[in-house]
């Protein structure tokens, strides 16, 4: 069975912390992508990776970066975390385009 | 600028009713299109699937039909059950690149199915 797995589901961070959310899957797919989901705005894409060490920016990737060290982790990182930036972060994963897999989602509340 | 549009935040059917689901594009570079349903707490999952060289999809009692003149894509579900309701997002890709491009989503119809 396919698996996306996140690793923390609720996060509570301070403004100004530096906050990780991982993703881990098992599937060996080549793509990697972060959205974020917000009410009224849908999912909106963060940034994607197609291989190792590579790493494109999505719609919104302002106060965002990813890394890709190994194929089956792709990591969010935000920097210094504001506010606005308190939403639930979904990772995914595909062998081609379309048929994104999903994970669980990780809820982050900055306060 | 939002290129997926879902302009029904919510919708109520009755069981055992047809569920109609509407989304609108405005990229005319968009190829493929997507339908995943997500449940609270949970990732969303996919749903079903068209190209743009079809007008119709059908799978069980989910079938998608694309309009591609009108930018308009729907999806139906017949019979509906309690266990459909959830949160319902259109995606589209552009493929014209050979593949590896990103899904555009909308903003999400929330549907309630009424026992």
């Known amino acids: 069975d396919v698996k996306v797995t996140q690793s923390s589901r609720y996060l509570v961070k301070r403004t100004g912390e530096k906050v990780f959310l991982e993703c881990v899957q098992d599937m060996d797919h080549e793509n990697m992508f972060w959205y974020r989901q917000d009410p009224g705005l849908g999912l909106r894409l963060i940034y994607f990776?197609?291989?190792?060490?590579?790493?494109e920016k999505g719609d919104i990737p302002e106060g965002y970066s990813v890394s890709r060290e190994k194929k089956e982790r792709f990591s969010l990182i935000l920097e210094s975390a504001s506010t606005n930036q308190t939403s639930m972060y979904l990772c995914?994963?595909?062998?081609?385009?379309?048929?994104?897999?999903f994970g669980e989602g990780s809820r982050l509340t900055v306060l | 600028d939002q290129q997926v549009k879902q302009n029904s935040p919510s919708l109520s059917v009755q069981e055992g009713r047809i569920s109609i689901l509407n989304c609108d594009y405005t990229?005319?570079?968009?190829?493929?299109f997507l339908w995943y349903k997500k449940y609270p707490a949970e990732g969303p999952t996919f749903l079903i699937s068209i190209s743009s060289i079809k007008d119709k999809n059908e799978d069980g009692r989910f079938t998608v039909f694309l309009n591609k003149s009108a930018k308009h894509l729907s999806l139906h579900i017949v019979p509906s059950q309690p266990g459909d309701s959830a949160v319902y997002f259109c995606a589209a890709s552009a493929t014209v690149t050979g593949g590896n491009e990103k899904l555009t989503f909308g903003t999400g119809t929330r549907l309630t199915i009424i026992p």
């Open positions: 990776s197609y291989d190792v060490k590579m790493k």
């Open positions: 995914a994963s595909s062998l081609v385009t379309g048929e994104l897999f």
């Open positions: 990229n005319s570079m968009f190829d493929y």
